[in-house]
């Protein structure tokens, strides 16, 4: 060991290497380091292998896990060996340097310090290099699948004549391989490059020959291979012109050959392919001439002529040719576009008819009698009323509702089929009394129920308020049967851990009622190692060594919807709204999923995460909100999700479509067929939304088949702005069951409206079948308005400017309570459209939203009633006896003798009175906390209103004196009502 310092005065200092007992250490820890940091990576690895093996799907899991690894394998060794290779050519190809110039000998230390270490340097390189390209490879394994189990598309493209598949499957692969070729041969060329001139094959600065005849070969030939790619690639894009999107006055996103690309950049890519082909040949000549001087002329010729035929030439066809008769020479090539669009988006088979917008008939009797057959008017906005569920039913602080609710179809009690909107009471981990991890995982892990409400009515208590029919806390009502407990829901995201010995909360009702999951979803925590895996992955150490994990313990996670099917079905793009089923005694999530791809030639692409937004995504529910943009898209899976146990299910929904037939190659056994649907879930079974705002956002522009016509954009719509929100965006599509002209009854639809682009009047009112037990399901129907009638923004401006809207407004000043306009439906009717908008007030220490009015439109006429069946009335001047439309309240309960009113006058005035009366009384009541009396005045107050309205006169106009005096009254009444309701239950609530 050498010393340092040190003599007769002092001691000596050793300096030298660290102690056997430190080195020892110091090893003993980087092993341990290393791993912990390889149990780290393979955590996450096991973890999704136990997830994959819960839930049915480890084929997924393995068949990914392969693809990705062979992937991975191969084009990392090809990376490394092409690399490698190179390099070492170089070496072996260096010179003699016998007499050194001084390039050279400031080289020479370099090559002495790598002397020793040449071999393990040539290995990192190739090592890192390898890494990259394999880890980048890995992720094309959906289009190495796809290309190597892609199945025929039945169809040619109308230029190249090849089969779709060949663009959807087969160029995105050649494209792969042709950029991994490129990236292979330049980074061979850099390190050959490199290596000869640190090894004296190039010189810069010295006398003589720049280059050695052996280096001069190497990389003539590495230069020889990067043309020869360049000349495939000049092929490949010809027919990548098919699928090319460009900028065009007629659309935005064209996408396929245009005039121009057809008749020159087609023929300069067949040129310049030939060019970069000879080129090549050159390159590879100098093996034998051992000059430059070809070569470098051939590459010079090949640039050239990019420049000159590549992008002179088109522009001067552009300029010259297509400009002064655009319309004329691109219209063969808008008609291709046209056609191969509205196939890839399937609205091909659109069903377009001329309808006048004005009403055929002036019969006032038979419009009424027509109004009622032709749709069943949701006055209970799924988008609005979710504040009333989350009041009246949320029971418990730490359970919640969805911002939106869903709209679906049950039978009532008589059997018939009903349109109802329906939400899941799922868990809130915000309203946790107290929150621990014990709380937060192993207590609360379950929502409770699913509360329903009938659709085109509302209820009593408090009066507008939705008409539940399953309700409560268990729920009971029409729905029957069914397992309530809800482990996997769209708020359900954090994980939970049950089965073991900690108890769940099930529901409170007279006491904590306790359970334990008994369903077969979750992975096992019985043995450490996974404990210690799922520790690991969570961040969670509590998970290694609580005492609440027992031998019977299980862990819940990736538990809505639509994490699971994305987990299971990767290849899959997957709407945006899931929707619950109650479904032989289960609750089903329903996740519809869609195929598609970007390569379908002549089809215009559009932007999924833009397309299906509207004014309520953004805020209230997650969208598809992917900004990879398609031009083919099919609703091919409806997938279901088990609320109970997480089960998840695939079920092939379009039969025809290429792409899952390729998919179900690549997977085998994971969709079931669609013949295995229950007949119970397929009456649940509708039309997604996602899919529908995709197909009616082309139709604003492919409705037309014209191309002259098509390309003057003069018939072109638009999706209005939604006029009943505050928030900015597209009116959303609505589920309704209507009746469209032609038809003998009505069908559960999906609608929306189009105004004319850049103007305000309804432009086409567009339906679809969105039942799927129908046989007509999807069938797009649109009816294009030949004359000027009213767009949903006007009419929803002319009611704002209504005289009793008004005045309706003008009676919620001073109170605590706003208007909240619900979904603005429209309806065709007997030639004309009918817009029916219910009318909600939001106040009061609740704050939640109660139906207060309904507006209807017809023709010019608007009206602003207390429920639809008065609207209908008013708006087609019938009187009620002259109609048996239900009113849009429940009637009296069953056993209820009390008479009705008398009408008149009198009535009317007395009426008035006791509302007055009552709700003094129920002030007073209220001031006094006495909770019987002021029962007792707000059920006299609500007859006294329903006496009020039944004593209103049906024909002829009262006084302007008498209607304001009765329509003040009426509504301060009203509010008063509303308000009192509202703090009764704010302080049964809170224990009051």
């Known amino acids: 060991m050498p010393d340092r310092g040190g003599g007769p005065t002092g001691p000596r200092i050793r300096v030298g290497r660290p102690s056997r007992r430190a080195r020892t250490l110091l090893m003993t820890l980087g092993v341990l380091a290393i791993l912990a940091m390889a149990f780290v990576m393979f955590a996450g690895f096991w973890t999704d292998w136990l997830w994959y093996r819960s839930v049915a799907y480890s084929s997924v ?42 390039e050279q000998q400031s080289l020479d230390r370099y090559r002495m310090s790598l002397a020793p270490y040449k071999k393990w340097v040539l290995l990192a390189i190739t090592a890192l290099v390898g890494l990259i390209a394999g880890a980048s490879s890995s992720g094309q394994w959906r289009t190495w699948l796809m290309y190597v189990n892609g199945v025929s598309f039945g169809q040619k493209d109308p230029q190249f004549h090849l089969d779709v598949s060949f663009f959807a499957f087969d160029l995105p692969w050649y494209r792969f391989l042709l950029g991994f070729g490129f990236a292979a041969t330049v980074l061979s060329l850099v390190a050959a490059a490199l290596t000869h001139y640190l090894y004296g094959g190039l010189r810069i600065t010295s006398p003589g020959a720049r280059a050695t005849g052996a280096a001069t070969g190497h990389l003539s030939v590495l230069l020889g291979i990067f043309v020869a790619l360049k000349a495939v690639a000049y092929w490949l894009d010809r027919y990548g012109l098919a699928v090319k999107s460009s900028d065009f006055k007629a659309t935005d996103n064209w996408t396929g050959l245009r005039y121009v690309d057809a008749n020159a950049y087609l023929p300069a890519k067949t040129i310049l392919f030939c060019i970069a082909a000879i080129c090549a040949v050159l390159f590879f000549a100098t093996l034998w001439r051992r000059t430059w001087q070809l070569p470098v002329i051939g590459f010079g010729l090949m640039v050239l002529s990019a420049i000159l035929i590549g992008g002179l030439y088109p522009a001067i066809v552009q300029k010259f040719q297509v400009q002064p008769n655009e319309q004329a020479k691109e219209a063969p090539f808008i008609r291709k576009n046209i056609e191969a669009t509205r196939d890839a988006y399937d609205i091909d088979n659109a069903q377009v008819d001329d309808y006048a917008g004005k009403s055929t008939t002036d019969d006032e009797t038979k419009l009424r009698a027509g109004a009622d057959a032709a749709a069943s008017y949701r006055v209970m906005d799924p988008n609005v009323v979710s504040p009333a569920f989350q009041q009246l039913q949320q029971k418990r602080n730490y359970y919640q509702f969805p911002k939106t609710l869903d709209v679906d179809r049950y039978k009532d009690e008589s059997g018939k089929e009903q349109d109802t909107v329906i939400g899941l009471r799922e868990l809130n981990l915000q309203g946790i009394p107290k929150r621990n991890w014990i709380n937060d995982h192993f207590t609360y892990t379950h929502g409770y129920g699913a509360i329903a409400a009938r659709g085109t009515t509302t209820g009593k208590n408090p009066k507008g308020s939705p008409d539940f029919t399953e309700s409560g806390l268990p729920t009971t009502g029409e729905l029957g049967s069914y397992q309530q407990e809800i482990y996997y829901g769209e708020k359900t995201e954090q994980y939970s851990i049950v089965g073991g010995p900690q108890k769940e909360l099930d529901y409170e009702e007279d006491g904590e009622k306790t359970t334990s999951y008994k369903g077969k979803s979750g992975v096992s925590l019985s043995n450490a190692f996974n404990r210690a895996a799922y520790a690991v992955a969570f961040s969670e150490p509590q998970i290694l060594y609580s005492g609440a994990i027992g031998d019977g313990s299980r862990i819940l996670y990736n538990r809505t919807p639509k994490e699971r099917v994305e987990a299971v079905a990767p290849w899959l793009t997957i709407d945006g709204d899931a929707y619950p089923a109650v479904v032989k005694g289960r609750i089903q999530w329903v996740v519809d999923a869609y195929t598609t791809t970007n390569g379908y030639p002549y089809a215009s692409r559009t932007t999924l995460g833009d397309t299906t937004a509207d004014s309520l995504t953004t805020n209230q529910r997650a969208v598809v909100a992917q900004q990879n943009q398609v031009n083919y898209i099919r609703n091919s899976v409806k997938a279901t999700v088990d609320a109970y146990d997480g089960t998840v299910k695939l079920y092939e929904w379009d039969t ?155 009676n919620l000043k001073g109170t605590d309570s706003d208007i909240e306009y619900g979904n603005l439906l429209t309806v065709p009717l007997e030639g004309g459209f009918l817009y029916i908008e219910p009318v909600y007030t939001r106040g009061g220490t609740q704050n939640y939203p109660l139906l207060r009015k309904v507006a209807a439109s017809y023709g010019s006429k608007i009206v602003f009633e207390n429920s639809l069946g008065e609207a209908l009335n008013a708006v087609f001047g019938v009187d009620d006896s002259d109609t048996s439309q239900p009113p849009a309240e429940n009637t009296r309960p069953p056993g209820d003798t009390t008479q009705p009113p008398a009408t008149g006058d009198a009535a009317l005035k007395k009426a008035i009175a006791d509302a007055q009366k009552a709700y003094t009384e129920g002030e007073a009541a209220l001031k006094e906390q006495d909770w019987t009396a002021y029962g007792k005045a707000q059920t006299d107050l609500q007859d006294a209103l329903e006496r009020a309205a039944a004593a209103q006169p049906k024909s002829g106009s009262p006084s302007n004196a008498d209607k304001t005096d009765k329509a003040d009254k009426s509504d301060k009444a009203d509010k008063a009502s509303t308000s009192d309701e509202e703090d009764k239950s704010a302080k049964a609530d809170s224990g009051g």
């Open 61 to 102: 899991f393995t068949t990914t896990l392969w693809t990705k690894i062979g992937l991975f394998l191969v084009f990392g060794l090809l990376m490394a060996v092409a690399v490698g290779v190179n390099i070492w050519l170089a070496h072996r190809l260096r010179p003699p340097l016998s007499a050194m110039s001084l």
């Open 656 to 810: 025809e479509d290429p792409i899952l037939k390729t998919w179900r190659k690549a997977f085998p056994g994971t969709v079931k067929p669609r013949a295995d649907i229950p007949q119970d879930l397929m009456d649940h079974l509708r039309y997604p939304q996602d899919l529908f705002k995709v197909q009616r956002e082309l139709l604003t522009r492919y409705h037309v088949e014209n191309p002259a016509q098509f390309y003057s954009g003069s018939d072109a719509w638009q999706v209005p702005d939604d006029p009943t929100n505050k928030e900015s965006g597209a009116v959303p599509p609505y589920y309704l069951s209507i009746k469209m002209p032609d038809q003998k009854a009505q069908k559960f639809s999906l609608t929306t409206t189009f105004t004319p682009k850049g103007r305000p009047d309804l432009g086409a009112f567009m339906a679809v079948d969105a039942d799927a037990s129908s046989k007509d399901y999807g069938t797009i129907r649109l009816l294009r308005v030949t004359t000027t009638v009213k767009g949903p923004g006007q009419v929803q401006s002319e009611l704002n400017g209504n005289d009793d809207v008004a005045e309706f407004v003008r």
